[in-house]
């Protein structure tokens, strides 16, 4: 099977009559720009290891100029984009055994035409041939007649099986390997599988809802920033057939049947903003802690992009509390004063490293730090993060993860309060950073005089949070994404 374009067949010019069969003329290829939309997102995906999340929203605005596009349209190149990365591992393993060579001699966008194709042949009701002639005409588009012939082939064999067929074909008896079977199934890098079970501990039903869930499309949760705006304000701007209230966070209000964020008033305003709800019970049990004597200075270590310290600078607010976000990167720091810009009580941002801080040390009285991280805890928002990273990435975190938590540890006052928060529940990247920074481990470390801090109770109401005392948040168990919270307090 070939990949190489070939001439399109044309009739010979002139009046004389073809010898042999004569060729059908040719037809030029006609652009689907649904299908045209979502490639040109996976190619950026693929290309600048852009994040989908980023480069669909203008995309989306750009084509809705056209009067012809419309909201179905751009539900079918969401769901083709977002469907397509979720399911990519899977897909991958497909078109392997429809091909006869190894899948890494592919080229890339010819690569991307045909998982799109799969996805429409195996994750989506668009009938089969529908699926493959418009697949086809992609190609035809952005790859050449030539290679066009050689999706069609590959779709065709794709297509004589639904996906269950094709996972028996293609992943391994769990009784063989259980991990493997896993992540073919799930769509889901083997590393990840194995790590996220380690967190998660227990047998095969736990690690499958979570896999699952990761696979799911989450709802867009909005919170109301308190003074500024109210829940009640949000439900009935987004309408009572599209809007329920959160889980567990008294701010939180889902877009149960999606919308764009960004036509609410609240929003464009800054008194409302996108942000799920793990994190916003991250803030809030922060905020929660009771602690003796002094509560006038609050510190975001690690603000940007901005919507824990917007919530932070509100209930630090209520209680006359003045906020320092810092964040190292200027143009995220530029992100964190947009979201905070009218805040009711005193703030100020800042462009500095948290592991050289500027402030002295025992200048605050409560300290977040939600740490960069490998991101394995928001698969659902962004599933192309669980193919780009890789368990060597977990290394270059360590010491900044740790350095970080030593400067907000040393930032407190005595009988302050620290929480350390991260979107990963890799171990790595959660309680073994706690543990070896409360115990000194590490080149040139020390042990830090602090202790845990029970923090369920400080997310009341919310069920399934384990033995503590730190705090694991799943998709599959809770709504939200994979957001993991220890509260230390300083003892001297």
Request: a neutral charge; one cysteine or more; glycine letters at 10%.
């Given at each position: 099977m070939s990949e190489q374009?070939?001439?399109?067949?044309?009739?010979?010019?002139?009046?004389?009559?073809?010898?042999?069969?004569?060729?059908?003329?040719?037809?030029?290829?006609?652009?689907?720009?649904?299908?045209?939309?979502?490639?040109?997102?996976?190619?950026?995906?693929?290309?600048?290891?852009?994040?989908?999340?980023?480069?669909?929203?203008?995309?989306?605005?750009?084509?809705?100029?056209?009067?012809?596009?419309?909201a179905r349209d751009a539900a079918l190149a969401t769901e083709l984009v977002y469907g397509t990365l979720r399911r990519q591992g899977t897909y991958d393993a497909v078109i392997k055994a429809c091909i006869d060579r190894p899948l890494r001699e592919v080229d890339p966008p010819v690569l991307d035409v045909l998982s799109l194709g799969a996805h429409q042949?195996?994750?989506?009701?668009?009938?089969?041939?529908?699926?493959?002639?418009?697949?086809?005409?992609?190609?035809?588009?952005?790859?050449?007649?030539?290679?066009?012939?050689?999706?069609?082939?590959?779709?065709?064999?794709?297509?004589?099986?639904?996906?269950?067929?094709?996972?028996?074909?293609?992943?391994?008896?769990?009784?063989?390997?259980?991990?493997?079977?896993?992540a073919v199934y799930h769509s889901h890098p083997r590393w990840v599988v194995s790590a996220l079970w380690d967190a998660l501990g227990g047998g095969r039903a736990g690690i499958e809802d979570l896999l699952e869930a990761d696979n799911e499309r989450p709802e867009v949760t909005l919170v109301a920033r308190p003074g500024r705006s109210t829940p009640e304000e949000l439900l009935e701007a987004v309408g009572e057939d599209s809007a329920l209230p959160g889980r567990w966070s008294p701010y939180a209000v889902r877009m149960a049947e999606g919308g764009e964020p960004g036509a609410l008033e609240a929003v464009r305003d800054g008194r409302a903003g996108v942000q799920d709800e793990g994190s916003q019970l991250v803030a809030m049990a922060l905020a929660a802690v009771p602690i003796e004597g002094r509560d006038a200075r609050w510190l975001d270590g690690c603000a940007g992009p901005g919507g824990k310290a917007a919530l932070l600078g509100a209930l630090a607010a209520r209680r006359g509390a003045f906020l320092l976000a810092s964040e190292k990167q200027p143009h995220r720091a530029r992100l964190v004063g947009q979201a905070l810009a009218g805040n009711p009580g005193p703030y100020q941002v800042i462009a500095a490293d948290g592991t050289?801080?500027?402030?002295?040390?025992?200048?605050?009285?409560?300290?977040?730090?939600?740490?960069?991280?490998?991101?394995?805890?928001?698969?659902?928002?962004?599933?192309?993060a669980r193919w780009r990273r890789r368990p060597e990435d977990l290394e270059g975190f360590a010491p900044l993860q740790r350095g970080l938590l030593r400067q907000a540890l040393a930032a407190v006052r005595v009988g302050g309060v620290v929480g350390y928060a991260?979107?990963?529940?890799?171990?790595?990247e959660t309680r073994v950073v706690v543990e070896d920074v409360l115990k000194g481990r590490g080149a040139a470390?020390?042990?830090?005089?602090?202790?845990?801090?029970?923090?369920?109770?400080?997310?009341?109401?919310?069920?399934?949070?384990?033995?503590?005392?730190?705090v694991q948040l799943w998709p599959h168990l809770h709504g939200t994404d994979a957001m993991y919270l220890a509260l230390l307090r300083r003892t001297a």
């Amino acid at each position: 099977m070939s990949e190489q374009p070939r001439q399109p067949a044309r009739r010979p010019a002139g009046g004389g009559k073809p010898s042999g069969k004569q060729a059908k003329p040719y037809r030029r290829p006609q652009k689907d720009p649904v299908r045209m939309l979502a490639f040109e997102v996976l190619r950026a995906v693929d290309e600048r290891d852009a994040y989908a999340n980023l480069v669909l929203p203008p995309l989306l605005r750009k084509a809705r100029q056209d009067e012809s596009f419309q909201a179905r349209d751009a539900a079918l190149a969401t769901e083709l984009v977002y469907g397509t990365l979720r399911r990519q591992g899977t897909y991958d393993a497909v078109i392997k055994a429809c091909i006869d060579r190894p899948l890494r001699e592919v080229d890339p966008p010819v690569l991307d035409v045909l998982s799109l194709g799969a996805h429409q042949l195996l994750g989506t009701r668009i009938p089969t041939h529908a699926a493959v002639s418009a697949s086809v005409e992609l190609a035809r588009v952005v790859l050449g007649d030539g290679r066009a012939k050689f999706v069609n082939a590959v779709l065709r064999k794709i297509a004589a099986h639904d996906l269950d067929g094709w996972l028996e074909r293609v992943a391994p008896p769990y009784e063989d390997d259980a991990e493997e079977h896993l992540a073919v199934y799930h769509s889901h890098p083997r590393w990840v599988v194995s790590a996220l079970w380690d967190a998660l501990g227990g047998g095969r039903a736990g690690i499958e809802d979570l896999l699952e869930a990761d696979n799911e499309r989450p709802e867009v949760t909005l919170v109301a920033r308190p003074g500024r705006s109210t829940p009640e304000e949000l439900l009935e701007a987004v309408g009572e057939d599209s809007a329920l209230p959160g889980r567990w966070s008294p701010y939180a209000v889902r877009m149960a049947e999606g919308g764009e964020p960004g036509a609410l008033e609240a929003v464009r305003d800054g008194r409302a903003g996108v942000q799920d709800e793990g994190s916003q019970l991250v803030a809030m049990a922060l905020a929660a802690v009771p602690i003796e004597g002094r509560d006038a200075r609050w510190l975001d270590g690690c603000a940007g992009p901005g919507g824990k310290a917007a919530l932070l600078g509100a209930l630090a607010a209520r209680r006359g509390a003045f906020l320092l976000a810092s964040e190292k990167q200027p143009h995220r720091a530029r992100l964190v004063g947009q979201a905070l810009a009218g805040n009711p009580g005193p703030y100020q941002v800042i462009a500095a490293d948290g592991t050289r801080p500027p402030w002295l040390p025992g200048s605050f009285d409560r300290v977040l730090v939600d740490v960069p991280c490998s991101g394995l805890g928001a698969l659902r928002r962004r599933p192309e993060a669980r193919w780009r990273r890789r368990p060597e990435d977990l290394e270059g975190f360590a010491p900044l993860q740790r350095g970080l938590l030593r400067q907000a540890l040393a930032a407190v006052r005595v009988g302050g309060v620290v929480g350390y928060a991260t979107c990963s529940p890799h171990l790595a990247e959660t309680r073994v950073v706690v543990e070896d920074v409360l115990k000194g481990r590490g080149a040139a470390a020390a042990p830090v005089a602090a202790e845990l801090i029970d923090a369920r109770p400080y997310m009341a109401g919310v069920p399934a949070l384990g033995d503590g005392p730190d705090v694991q948040l799943w998709p599959h168990l809770h709504g939200t994404d994979a957001m993991y919270l220890a509260l230390l307090r300083r003892t001297a």
